[in-house]
């Protein structure tokens, strides 16, 4: 059976929001939801990427604002967002990585999202949070060790290669990305703990919050996941 033809008979999950600070595994966890329910992933990022690309009026707007060194306004990746909210593959949901970024862009979802109906129905956004603690992200993060002839992954906490520093591959030296340090990721993880902090307050009040334990193993915060969005309070 084609994934279309699944797709096109699976019942609407709606919005899927998910937060949780770099190294928490939403990008694995996001993956494993677009397989399931056949709903596109949407990151602002990748959004940004695509207009630029396509020499889109929205994306000639955010060129010239990146190449003078200027951040991109929250009205730019907010249009680019309704957008691509607004295109048939959405009609029974889709997740959203990496946006709403702040209690403002958050307001604006809502309101776009108001009126907006998935296979006829009013679903308003699920969120779910993948808590981790502090020092397990470290060790996620400054472990992480590539192999710069092969793009091979290790974690030498988690995922060590045989001889430490050395690709299995190939033997290869691996190295430590600059970004990787835990300077560098200490700075990051303060950074979004307060840029964040405000938004899990803002979805926990309005009751739309869902806490998931991402210091489990994967599969074991996927079952979490799954369990919240087939049961959550809206369905």
Known sequence: MSQGTSAGKMPAVGPIILLGAPGGGKGTQA???VERYHVPQISTG????????????LGRQAKAIMESGGL???????NMVAERLGRPDCARGFILDGFPRTVAQAQWLDGLLAGKLFDNRKMPPIVINIAVDYNELLKRLTG???C????RIYNIYFQPPRAADVCDADGAKLITRRDDTEEVISQRLKAYEQQTLPLTDYYRKQGQLHEVNGNQTPDAVTGEMLHVISHGDRL
């Open 46 to 57: 990748d959004l940004l990427r695509d207009h630029v690309a396509r020499g889109t009026d």
């Open 148 to 151: 710069p002839t092969c793009g």
């Open 144 to 146: 992480r060790r590539s």
């Open 72 to 78: 991109v306004s929250d009205e730019l990746v907010c």
């Open 31 to 33: 993956k494993v939801i």
